[in-house]
Structure formats: C-alpha cells, structure tokens
C-alpha cells in the first residue's frame, strides 16, 4: 500500500508563489508516476500536472502551461508543484496522486490513472 502525505499549501497573493510537495512511502514508490489534481468550490476535480516514472515525461493543464512546474525527487520519493504566477483562480485543494504504471501521454491527466491519492492541501491565492 502507498501513502501520499502532501505538505500544507497556504496562502498567496496574486502574482505570488508556492511550492507543494508530495511524499510517498512505499518500496516501489520512486518509480511511480505522480501527479497533481485540484477541487475548487462546486467544481469537479481537475487536472493540473503530472511526472510519469518510467521516463519523466510531464504533462500540464493549459491552464497553468508556463506558470506551475512539477518535479521530483526519487531517492526521497517526492514529487513537487512550484506555483508561479498564482491567480485567485488557482483557489483550490490540490491532491497528490500516484500510480505504479506508465501510463500513456494521453492517460496522463484522466483521474483514473491513478490509484493512490494524498488528503489534499487548500491553496488560496487572494489580496
């Protein structure tokens, strides 16, 4: 079993930055795929960003393309989300999610490519 503990999020103001991270446990872990969903306020779950394990291939929402950078660290099994740039839209809990398969570019962002999920951090981006 994989447990994802995300680190807390906070509050930023427009313009600003955060960095989320995300650490799994698990023998296996350092060669998952990761990602990153948020929820905002009566939305569904959305896509954000995602590092695929086997060759670190990542994959952005258009939304955050050019602002928002994920990462990882194998030895430490953590992946991370540097937020530039944040807008009050950004307001969301975000989610870490994992999976152990290499799923395709196009899978990437389906929630259902993922079998293991964080408790999720609340993120505001407000003045």
């Known amino acids: 079993q994989v447990q994802l503990v995300e680190s807390t999020g906070g509050l930023a103001l427009p313009g600003g930055s955060l960095r989320l991270s995300c650490a799994a446990s698990?023998?296996?872990?350092?060669?998952?795929?990761m990602a990153w969903f948020r929820q905002a306020p009566g939305k569904e779950r959305e896509f954000v960003a995602a590092i695929r394990g086997g060759d670190g291939h990542t994959n952005y929402a258009g939304s955050v393309k050019g602002r928002f950078t994920i990462s990882r660290d194998k030895v430490k099994k953590t992946a991370f989300l540097q937020m530039n740039s944040l807008k009050p839209e950004d307001t969301a809990v975000y989610y870490c999610a994992a999976t152990g398969r290499n799923p395709i570019l196009s899978w990437m962002p389906d929630k259902t490519a993922y079998d293991y999920w964080g408790q999720g951090t609340q993120v505001t981006v407000s003045s």
């Open positions: 698990g023998r296996a872990a350092s060669t998952y795929s």
